[in-house]
């Protein structure tokens, strides 16, 4: 894998190369990152709770540290248990990587392209990022969301960041921003998902593998969130339609939500609630998916792998969980004819942002939202 990545490195270093004089197009892979190794849970988790546009608390800049602090062993042990850290940097550099020197092909106009990161909770945060592509000399860049469906708690808090550190200074003037927003039922990505569905299919016996239960799994919201008309769950639904719809509809199937935090209400059914469930009617093969991330982390190392796996199996389900995106090419293709796609339309019209981006959750009362959407659709100047 380290091979591999220093390979698409060094292809990127290449291309970059040889257009010399030439700032390079920046597709910012945004996302909430995840700690790389088990020292950092605690300042991941302390950015996480400070984060008021994913947990708004009172107090939030005292009571955020306080409660990091009582919840960073349990996380750190999940850290440990799935090796020691999140992979989520890694994938991001290595699809980012890929999906640039793609780019470069199927969009020449623009190129050269660079990916850069830019975490919402550990390094390399948004500001960091600014300042690299500062001294790269980038005039033009892409806002891209690693989270296909459009939730106000991720993407939305990771455009909120990018607002304030521009309202703040931080980023070039000069830079001339266009956002994707979302992208779950983009063509490739659903191939992607439904291959992977595919090979964990066929771990099943050629005679029941269409009793399996295909059971796709995503982040849960809170019931407050969801309310409030967020349209995360309307898009996983959206995208878990599609899967189905490629699949031609082999299997029976249902879409649950796991990685609930805290006592309020959560959207459910509960993925493991309903794997017990599943067992209550007699169902005996499962294939869980995860739906709404494109990298492994601790929901899928620990969550799905570790403890629902675990508990089907005790209740006589044999269960296949289908592969994250993780280095699936044609999963970073699907990514470079997103942005190849967006590229070609901003060079016809010129706008920015999508037009759902555009729509404030009709319950929203965070006034940061409204600014952000009014400065990123002016292409994030004054
Ligand atoms: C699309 C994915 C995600 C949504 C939507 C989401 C909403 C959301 N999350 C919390 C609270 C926490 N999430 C935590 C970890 C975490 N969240 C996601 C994804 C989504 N969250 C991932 C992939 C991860 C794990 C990162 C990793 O490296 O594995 C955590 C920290 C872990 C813990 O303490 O349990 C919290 C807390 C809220 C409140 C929320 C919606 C408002
Ligand atoms: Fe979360
Ligand atoms: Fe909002």
Request: proline share 6%.
């Given at each position: 894998?380290?091979?591999?990545?220093?390979?698409?490195?060094?292809?990127?270093?290449?291309?970059?190369?040889?257009?010399?004089?030439?700032?390079?197009?920046?597709?910012?892979?945004?996302?909430?990152?995840?700690?790389?190794?088990?020292?950092?849970?605690?300042?991941?988790?302390?950015?996480?709770?400070?984060?008021g546009d994913?947990?708004p608390?009172?107090?939030?800049?005292?009571?955020?540290?306080?409660?990091?602090?009582?919840?960073?062993?349990?996380?750190?042990?999940?850290?440990?248990?799935?090796?020691?850290?999140?992979?989520?940097?890694?994938?991001?550099?290595?699809?980012?990587?890929?999906?640039?020197?793609?780019?470069?092909?199927?969009?020449?106009?623009?190129?050269?392209?660079?990916?850069?990161?830019?975490?919402?909770?550990?390094?390399?945060?948004?500001?960091?990022?600014?300042?690299?592509?500062?001294?790269?000399?980038?005039?033009?860049?892409?806002?891209?969301?690693?989270?296909?469906?459009y939730?106000c708690?991720?993407t939305g808090s990771?455009l909120n960041e990018l607002f304030r550190?521009g309202k703040?200074?931080?980023?070039?003037?000069?830079?001339?921003?266009?956002v994707?927003d979302?992208?779950?039922?983009?063509?490739?990505?659903?191939?992607?998902?439904?291959?992977?569905?595919?090979?964990?299919?066929?771990?099943?016996?050629?005679?029941?593998?269409?009793?399996?239960?295909?059971?796709?799994?995503?982040?849960?919201?809170?019931?407050?969130?969801?309310?409030r008309g967020d349209?995360?769950?309307?898009?996983?639904?959206?995208?878990?339609?599609?899967?189905?719809?490629?699949?031609?509809?082999?299997?029976?199937?249902?879409?649950?939500?796991?990685?609930?935090?805290?006592?309020?209400?959560?959207?459910?059914?509960?993925?493991?609630?309903?794997?017990?469930?599943?067992?209550?009617?007699?169902?005996?093969?499962?294939?869980?998916?995860?739906?709404?991330?494109?990298?492994?982390?601790?929901?899928?190392?620990?969550?799905?792998?570790?403890?629902?796996?675990?508990?089907?199996?005790?209740?006589?389900?044999?269960?296949?969980?289908?592969?994250?995106?993780?280095?699936?090419?044609?999963?970073?293709?699907?990514?470079?004819?997103?942005?190849?796609?967006?590229?070609?339309?901003?060079?016809?019209?010129?706008?920015p942002v999508?037009v759902q981006l555009g729509l404030r959750c009709p319950g929203c009362t965070n006034a940061t939202c409204g600014h952000q959407k009014a400065w990123l659709a002016k292409?994030g100047?004054q």
């Open positions: 894998m380290l091979h591999r990545t220093n390979v698409l490195s060094r292809s990127l270093t290449r291309s970059f190369a040889s257009s010399p004089g030439k700032s390079p197009t920046a597709i910012v892979m945004m996302n909430m990152g995840g700690p790389e190794t088990v020292a950092e849970t605690h300042d991941f988790l302390k950015n996480l709770f400070l984060d994913l947990i608390l009172p107090f939030q800049r005292f009571l955020a540290p306080y409660i990091a602090r009582r919840r960073t062993p349990q996380i750190e042990q999940q850290y440990t248990d799935i090796g020691g850290g999140s992979p989520i940097l890694r994938y991001t550099r290595l699809q980012g990587e890929g999906m640039a020197r793609l780019l470069d092909e199927l969009h020449p106009a623009t190129a050269p392209h660079k990916a850069y990161v830019a975490f919402r909770y550990v390094r390399p945060l948004t500001v960091e990022t600014a300042r690299e592509m500062k001294a790269d000399g980038v005039k033009r860049a892409i806002a891209f969301t690693q989270y296909p469906q939730s708690s991720t990771s550190r703040a200074g931080e980023l070039d003037l000069d830079i001339e921003w266009s994707i979302r992208w779950g039922t983009h063509p490739g990505f659903i191939e992607a998902v439904a291959q992977n569905i595919e090979k964990a299919l066929a771990k099943f016996p050629i005679e029941t593998r269409h009793e399996t239960v295909v059971l796709f799994s995503a982040h849960s919201l809170p019931m407050s969130v969801v309310n349209p995360y769950i309307l898009e996983v639904a959206a995208s878990v339609s599609a899967v189905m719809d490629r699949l031609k509809h082999s299997n029976p199937y249902r879409l649950v939500w796991q990685s609930q935090v805290g006592p309020s209400a959560w959207m459910g059914m509960q993925t493991g609630a309903a794997l017990k469930g599943l067992a209550r009617l007699g169902k005996k093969q499962v294939v869980i998916v995860p739906i709404a991330f494109t990298s492994d982390h601790i929901e899928t190392l620990y969550e799905i792998d570790l403890e629902y796996a675990k508990e089907a199996r005790e209740h006589g389900i044999e269960v296949h969980r289908a592969e994250s995106l993780n280095e699936s090419p044609v999963f970073i293709r699907a990514l470079a004819d997103i942005a190849s796609q967006h590229l070609r339309d901003y060079s016809s019209n010129k706008r999508s292409g100047r």
